[in-house]
């Protein structure tokens, strides 16, 4: 110990000289270099169904990245999902998971790929990521990306897990979650 201070003073002293030291990082976040939270989802990310004529893109999925996850974070599971598709029932794009730590992003068309991550089942059956394909006339869908820091290792759970299922699966494990969302339309 330093003479003359105590214990609580020196550490109190410490954060005073080291901004943010006794501090988080800052806000755990979810971006994209291709839009802007609330903003316009480009024409490449909607999905590619063949005889679907809602299905205009070309199902490259869109660059994301995150920072400041939570203390204790192992892993983090992505979902995607459009609250109005199915006349509001909802639509899931994407249910990824076993997403490791120390990844900090996906690069355009990796989550189309399937790369980075352990895939569940989406709407569409598929274990990738499925693009935006809204009904022509039914307006602006909000396609939600969720990232939940876990503290499961990232191969704690099996593949082919749907969402609610995956969601049942962190019960007690999340840790916290970013979120972004992104509009599209025909």
């Not at 003359?4 to 806000?27: D, F, I, K, V, Y």
């Not at 990232?154 to 007690?172: F, H, I, K, S, Y």
Request: glycine share 16%; proline share 8%.
């Amino acid at each position: 110990m330093v003479r003359g201070l105590s214990t609580l003073a020196l550490s109190g002293a410490l954060c005073l000289a080291l901004p943010g030291a006794a501090q988080a990082a800052g806000a755990f976040t979810l971006s994209s270099p291709a839009f802007q939270d609330g903003g316009l989802l480009a024409q490449k990310y909607a999905g590619t169904t063949p005889g679907n004529a809602s299905c205009t893109g070309e199902n490259v999925s869109p660059p994301l990245s995150w920072a400041n996850p939570p203390l204790g974070t192992k892993s983090f599971a992505l979902l995607l999902s459009d609250p109005e598709g199915r006349g509001g029932l909802g639509v899931s794009h994407l249910v990824a998971y076993g997403i490791p730590a120390s990844a900090g992003a996906f690069a355009a068309g990796e989550l189309t790929q399937g790369k980075g991550f352990v895939g569940g089942k989406n709407s569409p059956g598929t274990q990738v990521y499925h693009g935006p394909c809204p009904p022509a006339g039914s307006g602006f869908h909000h396609y939600t990306f969720v990232l939940i820091a876990t503290d499961l290792p990232p191969d704690a759970l099996r593949a082919g897990l749907t969402r609610e299922q995956l969601l049942a699966a962190l019960q007690d494990h999340a840790k916290g979650a970013a979120g972004i969302i992104g509009r599209f339309g025909q």
